[in-house]
C-alpha cells in the first residue's frame, strides 16, 4: 500500500526567502510520480511540480524545485523567493503506475503561511 | 491547460434531503473520474473511482448506495448525497482524467462546499 507522510501541519517564512516542505513516501513499486499541489483558500487544488521514479534530475518549475532523494523515498518541495501569495495548503502525492487504479494519494498537507 | 468544472460550487440543504453535484470536463474527454471529499484542515479523501460506462469502484469505508456516482458519457460525471445529514458537510472535489495524455493527465475541479443544516 502506498503512504505520503508530510511531517509538518505548518510552516512560516518570511517574505523573499526560501522555504522547504517535506515529503516522503513509501511504496514497493518501483513505477512511480509524485505530485505537488497547492490549494488556497478557495479550495482549487492547483498542480504545481511532477517528478518520475526513472527521472535524473530533480524537476523545476519556476520558483519552485523538488528535491527528489530517491534512496531515501523523500521528495521535499522548494520554493524560492516566497511572496505572499504563497500563503495556501500544499500537498504532495503519489501514483503508483503499476496499480490497476492508478489513482493520486495524497499527504496530510501543510499550511505554508508567508509573513510580510 | 485541461478545465474540470463542478456545479454547484457551494450548496446548502436540509437533513434528508438528496443533493446531486455534476463534474465536467470542458475541453477533453475523461475516460476516469475521480470523486475526493475533504474535511476542512485535513487532506483529500477518495471516495471512489470511475469509468465511463462502467458502475464506479468506491474505496472501503465509503456507502454506495449513499454516495450514488454516475459517469454517464465521457465529459459528465454525477456525484448525489442521498438522504444527506450533518456529517456528511464537507468539500467535495472531483478530478478527471484522460487517458495516455501524459503524467500530467488529472485534473481537478474547483469543488463543491456542502453544508447540511
Known amino acids: 500500500a502506498q503512504k505520503i507522510t508530510q511531517t509538518q501541519p505548518g510552516m512560516f517564512v518570511q517574505e523573499k526567502e526560501a522555504v522547504t516542505l517535506d515529503c516522503t513516501y513509501d511504496?514497493?513499486?518501483?513505477?512511480?510520480?509524485l505530485f505537488w499541489y497547492k490549494q488556497p483558500s478557495s479550495g482549487e487544488m492547483i498542480f504545481l511540480i511532477y517528478?518520475?521514479?526513472?527521472?535524473?534530475q530533480n524537476a523545476t518549475e519556476g520558483r519552485y524545485s523538488l528535491n527528489f532523494q530517491k534512496a531515501r523515498k523523500s521528495a521535499n518541495l522548494v520554493i524560492s523567493a516566497s511572496q505572499l501569495g504563497d500563503s495556501a495548503m500544499y500537498f504532495c502525492a503519489m501514483r503508483d503506475y503499476n496499480n490497476a487504479g492508478n489513482m493520486l494519494t495524497f499527504g496530510g498537507g501543510t499550511r505554508l503561511m508567508v509573513k510580510p | 491547460g485541461a478545465v474540470v468544472s463542478q456545479h454547484p460550487s457551494w450548496v446548502i440543504c436540509k437533513s434528508g434531503t438528496s443533493v446531486k453535484i455534476e463534474c465536467r470536463s470542458l475541453?477533453?474527454?475523461?475516460?476516469?473520474m475521480f470523486w475526493y471529499r475533504q474535511f476542512p484542515k485535513q487532506s483529500l479523501m477518495l471516495m471512489a473511482t470511475s469509468n465511463e460506462g462502467s458502475k464506479a469502484t468506491y474505496e472501503q469505508g465509503v456507502e454506495k448506495d449513499k454516495f450514488l456516482i454516475n459517469h454517464a458519457s465521457l465529459t459528465l460525471s454525477t456525484l448525489t448525497v442521498t438522504s444527506a445529514h450533518p456529517e456528511d458537510s464537507s468539500f467535495y472535489i472531483c478530478?478527471?482524467?484522460?487517458?495516455?495524455?501524459?503524467?500530467?493527465?488529472?485534473?481537478f475541479g474547483p469543488g463543491t462546499r456542502l453544508t447540511v443544516t
Open positions: 475541453d477533453f474527454q475523461a475516460t476516469t
Open positions: 478530478s478527471a482524467r484522460e487517458g495516455g495524455r501524459g503524467i500530467y493527465e488529472q485534473y
Open positions: 517528478q518520475g521514479s526513472y527521472d535524473q
Open positions: 511504496t514497493s513499486d518501483p513505477s512511480y510520480g
